[in-house]
């Protein structure tokens, strides 16, 4: 149980354009959803936090109208790369969470995102 | 707020040597810990976590990790490391409040050796 679908696995861009990627719970009702931006040898950068229905909270620094974050139902978030730059390029990974703190914490695979 | 220190940020064995991958927190509140594990260009999965209860958690591939309250630390522990345990392994810490963010360490990329 407690799976998180994410995709897709790879994408190339041109400079400019937007990108959309999906985060979904399989098998349970995410009612937390995190996005999450890797850097090479990096750690995880939280860029924001989005509960079911409402806004996301962004993480300070991080452009939310260039980072479009949607989490429309329990199972579907949503982060778009609006406009996007070869700096964006990076590994985005999204996490879920359950109703239950030691339910959630899954994360999806991952998503390369390369600008050209 | 809260935050994550792994000191080894490389960290090389020898096959079948015993391994400690250091991780500390600073928190004001109650937490929950995690360590999780990233192989090239993956996702991360979960290797183990402390909620509550008894401060030794243990994974089914032979790590554990010993929650010390009093010293905020969670030190990842393997008897003995095999080749494919090569990765690089993030702890992460999480506030238990209403939306239970989860912060990661710097991570430690561990290298084992034939």
């Known amino acids: 149980g407690a799976v998180v679908s994410q995709h897709p696995s790879r994408v190339i861009c041109k400079s400019g354009t937007s990108v959309k990627i999906e985060c979904r719970s399989l098998?349970?009702?995410?009612?937390?959803m995190f996005w999450y931006r890797q850097f090479p040898k990096k750690s995880l950068m939280l860029m924001a936090t989005?509960?079911?229905?409402?806004?996301?909270?962004?993480e300070q620094g991080v452009e939310k109208d260039k980072f479009l974050i949607n989490h429309a139902s329990l199972t579907l978030s949503t982060l778009t790369v609006t406009s996007a730059h070869p700096e964006d390029s990076s590994f985005y990974i999204c996490?879920?969470?359950?109703?239950?703190?030691?339910?959630?914490?899954?994360f999806g695979s991952g998503t390369r995102l390369t600008v050209v | 707020a809260q935050s994550v220190t792994q000191l080894d940020s490389q960290v090389p064995v020898f096959e079948e040597a015993p391994v400690e991958l250091r991780c500390n927190y600073s928190?004001?509140?109650?937490?929950?810990l995690f360590w999780y594990v990233q192989y090239p260009n993956q996702g991360l999965q979960l290797l183990l976590k402390?909620?509550?209860?008894?401060?030794l958690v243990e994974s089914i591939n032979g790590f554990e990790a010993e929650f010390n309250k009093s010293q905020t630390s969670f030190h990842l522990r393997k008897p003995s490391v095999h080749i494919s345990d090569t990765a690089e392994y993030f702890c992460?810490?999480?506030?238990?409040?209403?939306?239970?963010?989860?912060?990661f360490g710097p991570g430690t990329s561990l290298s084992v050796i034939p």
């Open positions: 996490s879920a969470r359950g109703h239950r703190a030691g339910y959630g914490y899954t």
């Open positions: 098998d349970f009702q995410a009612t937390t």
């Open positions: 989005s509960n079911e229905g409402s806004k996301a909270t962004y």
């Open positions: 928190s004001s509140v109650s937490v929950y």
């Open positions: 402390y909620l509550s209860g008894s401060t």
């Open positions: 992460a810490v999480s506030e238990i409040s209403s939306y239970d963010k989860v912060i």
